[in-house]
Structure formats: structure tokens, C-alpha cells
């Protein structure tokens, strides 16, 4: 089955700078890569998703990309603000699947110093 | 407002206590599950739902019970808990299950099982 492994566990960044979290999966018909934030006492929430026909999608300042080929995919977030420390968890989803479930990274803990 | 609601938020209890952590949802969803959080393990799936009277196991689905007599509702049970089961738990839902749609998730209960 499918396996997804995020790095890193952890990520402090100076405000105002970029951050990229990666994610590798291992099932290459996997087709749907969603990026999920969780801040503190709250639950997930979809921030940006790509699917395997698109390369690269951005969204203000933050963008994923993904490399079929490699097999893996990135979170990148631009001119970092403190409302950006959180945990963030990256999944993938293949459609052969019969659980139709996202198999999920371990989360990397995003801290912004002021 | 739409929203995924779960209750109790926290919870201590002894082992072997019969629980139930209640999970609903106000968007009319066919999907519904259960994940556990862990340090370290991201979130894993306990048990899923596609619609009513629809369930199926997750990745951990042992020591869990769950049932979906209600569109709305998918509680969680635990018929004799464990300390291993120590845990922050997530109810989720999705538009559908077999196809990419955003899950949306509740607060979080943290049980904690001495």
C-alpha cells in the first residue's frame, strides 16, 4: 500500500522567510496530494491540494509542487507571518485504493521567530 | 455554519470504562471517519463511513467501535478502553468518499485512559 513520509519532523524559519516541507509517497498510481494545517487545538484544514496532471499550484503565498517522476511533492510558503506556525501534514490518495482513504505524512511542526 | 462538531473535547477515564465520543456534522456529507493523532504518526484511521449503515476499518481499527444509524452521525465507541488508546481523536467528513473533496475536520477530543 501506499506510504508517506514527510520531512522535516520540524522547521523554525525567521519571519518574512520561505519555508518548504517535503513529502515523498511510494505508490506511483497515487494521484491526489492535499496539504493540510493544523493550528494549535484545532483540527486539519485543507490550505492547498494538486493532482497529478498539474505540476505546480500556488495560492497567495503558498504553493505545492509535484515530481511524478521522483515521487514526491512540496510545500512551499513565501514571506512567512506568525500566523503561519502550525503543524502541517501533507497525505496522498491513489485511486486503486478499495479504502478511498489519504494516507498521511507525520507532520512537521512549522515554528516563525520573530 | 458549517462545521463538524465532536464531543466531550476532553475526557480522563479508567480502563475498561465503556465510552462513546459523539461526532456530527451539518453539511449533509456521505463521508465520515474517525482518525487517531499521535506524536510522530500523523494521523491514522480508525474506521471510515461512505454513507448510512456503510462502515469499514481503517489502519487501527482494533479496541473501536463506530456506527452510522444517521446521516449526520458517527459516533465512536470504545467498549473497554485501554491506556494504549491514550490519544487526540478527529471526526472528519467529506462530500464524498470517492472522490477528491475536502474532509473537514472536528476539534479534537483528547482521552487520556489511566
Known amino acids: 500500500g501506499e506510504n508517506v513520509e514527510q520531512h522535516p519532523s520540524t522547521l523554525s524559519v525567521q519571519e518574512g522567510d520561505s519555508a518548504v516541507i517535503k513529502c515523498t509517497y511510494s505508490?506511483?498510481?497515487?494521484?491526489?496530494f492535499p496539504w493540510y494545517k493544523q493550528e494549535l487545538g484545532k483540527g486539519p484544514q485543507l490550505i492547498i491540494d494538486?493532482?497529478?496532471n498539474v505540476g505546480e499550484k500556488k495560492d497567495q503565498r503558498i504553493a505545492v509542487t509535484l515530481n511524478k517522476t521522483a515521487k514526491h511533492f512540496s510545500l512551499h510558503i513565501t514571506e512567512t507571518q506568525p500566523e503561519d506556525s502550525a503543524v502541517y501534514f501533507c497525505?496522498?490518495?491513489?485511486?486503486?485504493?478499495?479504502?478511498?482513504?489519504?494516507?498521511w505524512g507525520a507532520g512537521t511542526k512549522l515554528i516563525i521567530k520573530p | 455554519e458549517a462545521q463538524v462538531t465532536q464531543n466531550p473535547r476532553y475526557l480522563i477515564t479508567v480502563t475498561g470504562k465503556k465510552l462513546t465520543v459523539t461526532c456530527s456534522q451539518n453539511?449533509?456529507?456521505?463521508?465520515m471517519s474517525w482518525y487517531r493523532q499521535d506524536p510522530g504518526l500523523g494521523l491514522r484511521q480508525i474506521y471510515y463511513?461512505?454513507?448510512?449503515?456503510?462502515?469499514d476499518k481503517g489502519d487501527v481499527p482494533e479496541g473501536y467501535k463506530v456506527s452510522r444509524k444517521e446521516k449526520r452521525n458517527f459516533p465512536l465507541i470504545l467498549e473497554s478502553p485501554s491506556p494504549n488508546q491514550t490519544s487526540l481523536y478527529f471526526c472528519?467528513?467529506?462530500?464524498?468518499?470517492?472522490?477528491?473533496?475536502?474532509?473537514?475536520f472536528g476539534p479534537g477530543t483528547r482521552l487520556t485512559v489511566t
Open positions: 472528519a467528513s467529506s462530500f464524498s468518499g470517492t472522490v477528491n473533496y475536502e474532509q473537514y
Open positions: 463511513s461512505m454513507n448510512v449503515e456503510v462502515t
Open positions: 453539511m449533509n456529507h456521505e463521508y
Open positions: 494538486i493532482r497529478s
Open positions: 505508490d506511483s498510481a497515487s494521484n491526489y
Open positions: 497525505a496522498a490518495r491513489t485511486p486503486l485504493d478499495s479504502n478511498y482513504q489519504l494516507i
